[in-house]
């Protein structure tokens, strides 16, 4: 005779997610307050459910009953917990992702929402806000987007913002976002082969960036741009060219002498012997001059 048969049968899950979705923020049955962002607006939700999608949010409930003389089983204070640093908008896009597993996002909020979820640890959320930034990349959010991902170590992102830089570069330079990132992440564009932009341009983009970043840290401009320079191709520029950068330079210093002054022993010596050989080497929209031919170490 045959055994009892056994089966795990599973209804609609749109519907099951509509109805999860008639809790987000809703007061009625809620167990815990959230006072959320500048505004202090109140955000209500339910314990079981952040507990047990979340162990940020699990540790966070659970402090309530730490030391406690309460009896077992009995229920933590309702709160409300502050979270004066995050804004609401965001933090409910995180709670909406909690009960749904999905999450409405804009370009406004997506890298804050990234930003969360790599601080509550819900990698799924994570994923979602990259496809996000990914399929909505544009000129003005690239340098955030590239600043974000490098932060929390997100490899795919930064390639692809890195691909997007350079086929607009021209355009990126110019922006706010381009002046705000970090000396360690412009210095890894810097570093590319196939920015599309002249290298007197992109001189004089990363001269720009560093007064903004010295105003910003109260820091000398030299001492600011010191990891991005060195990441600029002086040999490539034509003597003309150079002697203007280097009477230019005597203003603000943003360039050591030395590397000035081993552009134009490139240009003396009719080769690029003396300096790195990836600081000869013209990326994909530098204008062709002349010498270029002599400082290619294949020439004969």
């Known amino acids: 005779m045959a055994g009892p048969c056994s089966a795990q049968l599973q ?5 099951f997610t509509a109805a999860l979705r008639t809790l987000v923020n809703n007061p009625q049955f809620s167990d815990v307050t959230f006072v959320v962002g500048q505004e202090q607006q109140k955000v209500f939700a339910h314990r079981c459910v952040l507990a047990c999608r979340c162990q940020a949010f699990q540790g966070m409930l659970s402090q309530g009953l730490v030391g406690s003389e309460d009896t077992p089983g009995s229920i933590p204070p309702q709160g409300p917990f502050i979270l004066g640093n995050v804004q609401p908008e965001v933090f409910l896009a995180v709670i909406e992702f909690l009960y749904t597993n999905s999450v409405t996002l804009n370009s406004h909020i997506a890298l804050e929402v990234l930003t969360s979820s790599v601080e509550y640890g819900l990698q799924d959320l994570c994923k979602l806000c ?18 974000a991902a490098v932060t929390y170590g997100q490899v795919d992102l930064q390639q692809h ?5 350079e086929g607009c570069t021209a355009a990126v330079v110019r922006t706010q976002g381009f002046h705000e990132l970090s000396d360690v992440v412009l210095a890894r564009v810097l570093r590319s ?16 960036w560093a007064h903004v970043s010295s105003a910003v840290l109260e820091r000398p401009v030299p001492e600011v741009a010191a990891l991005p320079v060195q990441e600029l191709r002086l040999p490539l520029l034509a003597p003309n060219e150079l002697a203007t950068l280097e009477s230019h330079n005597q203003r603000d210093l943003l360039i050591p002498v030395e590397s000035i002054a081993a552009a134009w022993r490139a240009h003396a010596l009719r080769k ?7 600081l000869c080497r013209p990326r994909r929209g530098t204008r062709p001059r002349d010498h270029h031919r002599h400082l290619d170490p294949h020439t004969k």
């Open 130 to 147: 990259i496809k996000f930034i990914k399929d909505t990349m544009s000129v003005e959010q690239v340098c955030e987007a590239l600043q």
């Open 11 to 15: 209804g609609e899950a749109a519907a």
């Open 193 to 208: 082969d196939h920015l599309a932009v002249d290298e007197l341009d992109l001189v004089q983009a990363v001269r720009e």
């Open 272 to 278: 690029g012997s003396g300096v790195p050989s990836h």
């Open 161 to 165: 913002c890195l691909a997007f830089i």
